[in-house]
Nanobody, 114 residues
Framework: QVQLVESGGGLVQPGGSLSLSCAAS????????MAWYRQAPGKQRELVAG???????YYLDSVKGRFTISRDNSLNTVYLQMNSLKPDDTAVYYC????????WGQGTQVTVSS
């Protein structure tokens, strides 16, 4: 059973940047198309960015041009670079497969506030 551990969240001012990491306990990229999700208070979890099977990327419209997903196969790790952060980006961020097929990790809190 693969386990996912997200890290890198924190408190940042609007316009700031954060870099999130998601480390998997086992090999993932040969089996799953990985993605980042987020869940804001009182809202449903939404898919933010991900890889397709052919390694192309896709993004939620509201984060296009600001967020970048990347990966390190040798480390079984997925990253999310977040720039020009806005208060609406405040949420708990999770990684998982798309569609979700792995147990959820604990997530990492991102708070954008002045």
């Amino acid at each position: 059973q693969v386990q996912l551990v997200e890290s890198g969240g924190g408190l940042v001012q609007p316009g700031g940047s954060l870099s999130l990491s998601c480390a998997a306990s086992g090999s993932i990229f040969g089996f799953y198309a990985m993605a980042w999700y987020r869940q804001a208070p009182g809202k449903q979890r939404e898919l933010v960015a991900g890889f397709t099977r052919d390694r192309s990327t896709y993004y939620l419209d509201s984060v296009k041009g600001r967020f970048t997903i990347s990966r390190d196969n040798s480390l079984n790790t997925v990253y999310l670079q977040m720039n020009s952060l806005k208060p609406d980006d405040t949420a708990v961020y999770y990684c998982n497969a798309d569609p979700q097929r792995i147990s959820w990790g604990q997530g990492t809190q991102v708070t954008v506030s002045s």
